[in-house]
């Protein structure tokens, strides 16, 4: 066989020829370009990636320094510095450190009197607010009425009075000289007021109950809206009366925000001194209030800090009993969601 060399065949041979080495010339660029872009993208990359870090790390010192600041001009001043004084009041005595002050404390029968006191009108004024607050949630949120957004608002700028103020509301209303005790004389054709409770221990609950239960309504309102109201539909289609869906249906599913508000209100009732200091008689001591007569009138400092001890210990007990029932009932929350 033989091969014949033609010029056509030629160029044709060049062609492919040249095409091939374009194709390789092609190839060969785009993995140096490949390759190239590796090169370049590295240092970027570990650049990028070291200023991030140095970022966080400079944020970080930044937080730091800014805690330091607060726990050193702030905390430490206003908290820190009198909690240590107070503790250090209360163990001292004329010859050194000494746990006379908290034996006096407790040996003095009237001190047991008066934490008596204080208890007694805790539970009654307390129970009585956290009864009335969850009533009055229970009403606007399962039974509104026209204005029942104005009350709410009503109720949640309320908490922003002073307490005192609402001791001289009372006294303005059913004092001696109140207008309401002066209407009711006339029309009872009285020579005296009829009403005459408002300085002693009635009249201390009840400012403590009119003051504290709006502290209970926005939790509890806060609570019933997490329910699922389809659960209290359903209870009553099977025929359940208002109070057992109340009991058995509501009760028990917004318990944790109703806990949390009621022991908010105990905690609140139990620090309480404007309405005592304002409403309470000679023969009504409670524990704020000797420890306040213990510093100013008989200037025993040291058994004044023992007493704000104890009385520390018992609202910090009270403040991890809500701060346990709060999480509870935000838990519950974030399982709802």
């Known amino acids: 066989m033989s091969f014949l060399f ?3 065949a030629a160029r044709s041979d060049a062609a492919s020829s040249d095409a091939g080495s374009s194709d390789a010339v092609s190839s060969d660029a785009v993995s140096s370009d490949a390759a190239g872009g590796r090169g370049a993208s590295g240092p970027y990359g570990v650049g990028s990636a070291a200023a991030h870090r140095a970022a966080a790390r400079r944020r970080e010192r930044r937080a730091q320094w800014h ?10 001043p206003i908290v820190a ?14 010859h050194g450190l000494s746990l006379h002050a908290y034996a006096a404390f407790f040996g003095n029968p009237d001190s047991r009197g008066v934490i008596g006191t204080t208890l007694w009108i805790l539970v009654v004024s307390a129970g ?26 009503f109720l949640e700028l309320f908490v922003a009075f002073p307490s005192f103020l609402v001791a001289f509301t009372l006294i303005f209303l059913y004092g001696s000289q109140g207008s309401f005790s002066i209407a009711l004389q006339r029309v009872l054709h009285r020579d005296a007021p009829p009403l005459d409770f408002l300085f002693g221990i009635g009249g201390v609950v009840l400012a403590e109950v009119v003051f504290y239960a709006p ?46 508000g009621t022991l908010l209100c105990f905690l609140l009732t139990f620090n309480e001194f404007g309405i005592l200091l304002v409403l309470g008689s000679a023969h009504l001591v409670t524990l704020p209030v000797a420890i306040y007569s213990s510093a100013t009138v008989d200037l025993d400092l040291p058994t004044a800090a023992a007493g704000a001890v104890v009385m520390l210990a018992m609202s910090l007990s009270l403040y991890a009993l809500y701060r346990r029932a709060d999480r509870r009932a935000h838990g519950r929350t974030g399982r709802g969601r």
């Open 215 to 260: 502290f209970v309504v926005r939790p509890t309102l806060a609570a019933f809206a997490l329910l699922d109201l389809r659960l209290v539909e359903a209870a009553r289609s099977l025929g359940a009366n208002g109070w057992m869906v109340a009991v058995r249906v509501i009760l028990p599913l917004a318990w944790p925000g109703i806990a949390a």
């Open 6 to 8: 033609t010029p056509d």
């Open 81 to 94: 510095y009198p909690l240590a004084r107070l503790l250090l009041l209360s163990v001292t005595g004329a």
């Open 128 to 153: 009585l607010a956290s009864v009335l607050g969850v009533a009055l949630a229970a009403i606007l949120f399962f039974k509104p009425f026209p204005g029942a957004r104005i009350v709410t608002r």
């Open 67 to 76: 805690l330091l600041f607060l726990a050193v001009f702030v905390l430490g």
